[in-house]
């Protein structure tokens, strides 16, 4: 038996329409035809992603000083300068403003849940 990677990745979220609300109308991402109950997945390539109905016992507003601490979620965008100008302008909490890493340039911001998300240009 062989482990072969990450295949899908989802953030149990507090309002499940304002986070799908927030992903595809502020990141521009797009729903996938189908998903479970309780769940909208983004059609992204190559890892599935999704926002989701929180499992029994998990409260992520209770999370302190915010929902994945110590997990870095990395997203790939065409040109994450101009998305990180957009959502600057539009009020979006920027967690670490853009800078040149080693995987293109880069900036993280808070989505409504307070989940640190980073954003990087594609190679």
């Known amino acids: 038996m062989t ?34 109950p309780g769940a909208v997945v983004f059609a992204t390539t190559p ?9 029994p ?6 999370a302190r000083p915010r929902p994945g ?3 870095a979620l990395w997203l ?14 539009d009020g979006v909490t920027i967690l670490a403003p853009p800078a040149d890493t080693p995987f293109g ?3 993280t911001f808070a989505d409504p849940d307070g989940y640190a998300v980073t954003v990087h240009d594609a190679r």
């Open 69 to 71: 601490l110590g997990v």
């Open 3 to 36: 482990v072969t990677g990450p295949d899908f990745v989802a953030l149990q979220v507090t309002d499940l329409e304002r986070s799908a609300a927030f992903y595809t109308g502020t990141l521009g991402l797009r729903r996938a035809p189908a998903g479970p």
């Open 47 to 55: 890892v599935a992603f999704a926002v989701r109905e929180p499992l």
């Open 57 to 62: 016992g998990v409260d992520p507003a209770a």
């Open 105 to 107: 340039r880069a900036f």
């Open 76 to 89: 790939a965008a065409d040109d994450s300068q101009a998305l990180h100008d957009r959502m600057a302008a």
